[in-house]
T-cell receptor, first 112, second 114 residues
Framework: KAGVTQTPRYLIKTRGQQVTLSCSPI?????VSWYQQTPGQGLQFLFE???????NKGNFPGRFSGRQFSNSRSEMNVSTLELGDSALYLC???????????FGSGTQLSVL | AQSVTQLGSHVSVSEGALVLLRCNYS??????LFWYVQYPNQGLQLLLK??????LVKGINGFEAEFKKSETSFHLTKPSAHMSDAAEYFC????????????FGKGTRLSVIA
């Protein structure tokens, strides 16, 4: 069974641009969560989707948004990029709530 | 609100020595507790989790952790460190009831010296 796939693996953008990151969960998993990982702040929860509905949202500005499609694939978008958005963005999927999270390898975003 | 504190951002041990990574949590309701490991340039992998029942939890790669409610702790141990254990380790907490996202600690980087 294929694991969680995140694309692209690396991304370089400049301030003010927008970016879209993609996540394909493990087949059969309906829950997808997104985390931002930085050296200073560690792992911070962005949002979680279940069956195309946002079920939880972290404390991030509205520039960060996401969605989930009917096939459970998910995208997150960051608009008007800032230098501080440089981070590793991790996607994780699970069968349902409170189940084990399976993480992808992440997308490393650098904002110049 | 729930939170996790990992004591020591960096721990260094000799190969063959005991590994002890400390985690204390704060939760107003019964918690679910997790330890994850992250190798360089990879995502996180679950080592073990505590939900209910036996307080000593055994995980993969010889790691185990003990849930101590009175101390609000969930420390991770391994009797004998191996070079391949060098990685970053994250403790996480969620609520036992209802759907809540995992809250992670800031991580502890484990170095193993030959």
């Amino acid at each position: 069974k294929a694991g969680v796939t995140q694309t692209p693996r690396y991304l370089i953008k400049t301030r003010g641009q927008q970016v879209t990151l993609s996540c394909s969960p493990i087949s059969g998993h309906r829950s997808v969560s997104w985390y931002q990982q930085t050296p200073g702040q560690g792992l911070q929860f962005l949002f979680e989707y279940f069956s195309e509905t946002q079920r939880n949202k972290g404390n991030f500005p509205g520039r960060f948004s996401g969605r989930q499609f009917s096939n459970s694939r998910s995208e997150m978008n960051v608009s008007t990029l800032e230098l501080g958005d440089s981070a590793l963005y991790l996607c994780a999927s699970s069968l349902s709530e409170n189940e084990k999270l399976f993480f992808g390898s992440g997308t490393q975003l650098s904002v110049l | 609100a729930q939170s996790v504190t990992q004591l020591g951002s960096h721990v260094s041990v000799s190969e063959g020595a005991l590994v002890l990574l400390r985690c204390n949590y704060s939760s107003s309701v019964p918690p679910y507790l997790f330890w994850y490991v992250q190798y360089p340039n990879q995502g996180l992998q679950l080592l073990l989790k505590y939900t209910t029942g036996a307080t000593l939890v055994k995980g993969i790669n010889g790691f185990e952790a003990e849930f101590k409610k009175s101390e609000t702790s969930f420390h991770l141990t391994k009797p004998s460190a191996h070079m391949s254990d060098a990685a970053e380790y994250f403790c996480a907490v969620s609520r036992a009831s209802g759907n809540t996202p995992l809250v992670f600690g800031k991580g502890t980087r484990l170095s193993v010296i030959a």
